[in-house]
């Protein structure tokens, strides 16, 4: 455990590092002071547009349109560039732009909506980045819009409004839920993260619930086989979570309160922050997320429906650009969880009728590194990962015992009177206190009116 510790928090001051090194070099280079300029608008409504990406086509340079729909690309090396213009929801466009030495050029855009989605990118087709409309196999997108609409504080929440894919609660003590694509147990789908199988099997058991939705750029779901590409594991479909990319300088803060029934608490609060250098070489991303949701009877049999959960987050995303064709990217999460249901979710398990709890600890980490040729067409990729998983659970209980005295040789009935008939005695969990009431100072039983 300590051992993840310092590789995480190594992990975290190499980038923090890098990032410092990036601005330093950068600062001694000689700018070029040629600066590209613009904004993106609905073409439709005239509404400026955040979060719309901008890309230098040919290299792994690119920025994205800030909360006011505007962009910056400064300090451009070369002579001529093609800007490609990619937003969720809209058609993508590319412009060819000449680049002068102490010039300032604009480039606007007038993004198109594309109500059938045909030019998003997306990779769990063919395990490129490639174009719906060109990809193989019918990969449908989940992004943040529907996520915010839909108050989803975690990927089990947001994969419910996905057709053909079904989240079931499974077990009302634990809460464990599973994903159901085209009607097949969730041990046949195979979750990714960004295209990697990171989520072990163990960890995936409970993953739906503690994948946060503040570190989702969006998910692409394949239903219909798909082992030839992803593995055994993908006989219904695949997952596939693509993390968010550090693209601007933002910090932002969410609460979302809610409730079980009208009436049992559900609370999630969740942080994000980014940071990029003035030159887009460097940048690192820090999301974090706190959940606790109370029990909720809903029939008001003593027994629980959802259990008690009691979650946290912390993830770190980073990356490096030394050069135009290399790009290193580090990535590092964890999340603890514990879970309790059954009945008496105060008292300790050994003493309720049927208690389940399971306390887990997930540490997770990859690191990748990108090299391109000088005209794209070859590419090498090294990558590494590694995950720890702890997991405490407990199941079991006393069931619905007999009440009886403190010297245990006769039974309670329903006044608080002392028999020897078990068939007048009350089920000791029924009365609302411990079962053996001298472990809890105890020493008499008061009537039940």
């Not at 994948?211 to 086989?225: K, Y």
């Not at 609370?267 to 606790?292: H, I, K, P």
Request: with cysteine; net charge neutral; glycine share 10%.
């Amino acid at each position: 455990m300590r051992k993840l510790y310092a590789l995480m928090l190594s992990l975290q001051i190499l980038l923090a590092s890098a990032i410092g090194l990036s601005s330093e070099l950068a600062a001694q280079e000689r700018p070029t002071d040629a600066n590209i300029i613009g904004h993106v608008t609905d073409a439709k409504t005239g509404e400026h547009l955040s979060g719309v990406t901008i890309a230098i086509k040919g290299t792994t340079f690119g920025t994205a349109t800030d909360a006011t729909g505007h962009y910056f690309l400064k300090n451009l090396k070369l002579k001529s560039v093609t800007l490609v213009m990619r937003g969720l929801g809209y058609l993508s466009q590319e412009r060819t732009v000449e680049i002068i030495p102490g010039k300032v050029v604009e480039v606007n855009f007038d993004a198109e909506p594309d109500n059938i989605r045909i030019d998003e990118v997306v990779v769990s087709s063919n395990r490129q980045a490639t174009l719906r409309r060109l990809a193989p196999t019918l990969v449908t997108v989940l992004d943040t819009k529907l996520f915010e609409s839909t108050n989803a504080t975690n990927l089990a929440q947001g994969l419910i409004f996905q057709p053909g894919v079904r989240v079931e609660n499974n077990c009302q003590n634990c809460g464990f839920n599973q994903v159901r694509i085209n009607g097949l147990d969730g041990r046949y789908s195979q979750i990714l993260i960004d295209s990697r199988p990171i989520m072990s099997a163990l960890a995936g058991v409970y993953g739906l619930e503690q994948i946060p939705t503040n570190m989702i750029e969006r998910v692409e779901v394949v239903r219909g086989g798909g082992s030839a590409l992803f593995g055994s594991s993908a006989i219904a479909g695949v997952i596939n979570i693509i993390t968010k990319e550090p693209q601007r300088n933002s910090f932002s803060f969410n609460e979302s309160l809610g409730f079980s029934g009208f009436k049992d608490l559900d609370n999630n609060l969740s942080f994000n922050g980014s940071l990029v250098s003035d030159d887009n070489r460097a940048g690192a991303m820090v999301f974090a997320q706190a959940r606790y949701r109370k029990e909720h009877d809903v029939n008001g049999d003593g027994y629980s429906e959802l259990g008690r959960l009691d979650s946290r987050s912390l993830g770190f995303r980073g990356y490096l650009r030394p050069s135009d064709y290399t790009r290193l990217t580090g990535e590092v999460h964890t999340f603890s969880e514990a879970r309790r249901g059954g009945d008496h979710i105060d008292w300790p398990e050994q003493v309720a009728g049927v208690a389940e709890s399971i306390r887990h600890s997930v540490y997770s980490g990859n690191l990748k590194f990108d090299g391109y040729s000088e005209d794209y067409k070859h590419h090498f990729q090294l990558y590494g990962s590694a995950q720890h998983v702890t997991r405490n659970s407990y199941y079991g209980g006393i069931g619905e015992t007999k009440l009886r005295n403190k010297a245990g040789d006769k039974y309670i009935d329903k006044d608080g009177n002392e028999t020897t008939d078990e068939g007048k005695a009350v089920n000791a969990g029924s009365i609302g206190r411990p079962i053996h009431t001298s472990n809890y100072g105890r020493t008499s039983v008061s009537p039940v009116g």
